[in-house]
Nanobody
Framework: QLQVVESGGGLVQPGGSLRLSCAASGTRSYYKIGWFRQAPGKEREGVSWITNSDGITYYSDSVKGRFTISRDNAKNTVYLQMNSLKPEDTAVYYC????????????????????WGQGTQVTVSS
């Protein structure tokens, strides 16, 4: 099995920055690991992922150029550096590990992916 735990959320002013962390533990490997977010009343959105094998990254159009995903293999930790934050980035951010090779663009049910965290709140407000 694989467990993931997020940290790093909080309250930040528009234009500010936050870094989210996702620590993975367990014996199961994953294909991709990344982040979804969900704002009240809105659909869950896949924000970014990184592949385990070769570090290929993906960003949704809404965060491209502002967010950067990275990983520290020695620490089994993935980071999401969020810059130039906007009020519309306000959401609960979930770390998700893809154990099966799932199509991230057509799935948002975490059970399909295999492992996910409890979420961390990011609030962008003045």
């Amino acid at each position: 099995q694989l467990q993931v735990v997020e940290s790093g959320g909080g309250l930040v002013q528009p234009g500010g920055s936050l870094r989210l962390s996702c620590a993975a533990s367990g014996t199961r490997s994953y294909y991709k690991i990344g982040w979804f977010r969900q704002a009240p009343g809105k659909e869950r959105e896949g924000v970014s992922w990184i592949t385990n094998s070769d570090g290929i990254t993906y960003y949704s159009d809404s965060v491209k150029g502002r967010f950067t995903i990275s990983r520290d293999n020695a620490k089994n930790t993935v980071y999401l550096q969020m810059n130039s934050l906007k009020p519309e980035d306000t959401a609960v951010y979930y770390c998700v590990a893809d154990l099966w090779g799932v199509d991230w663009s057509h799935n948002s049910d975490f059970e399909v992916f295999g492992a996910w965290g409890q979420g961390t709140q990011v609030t962008v407000s003045s």
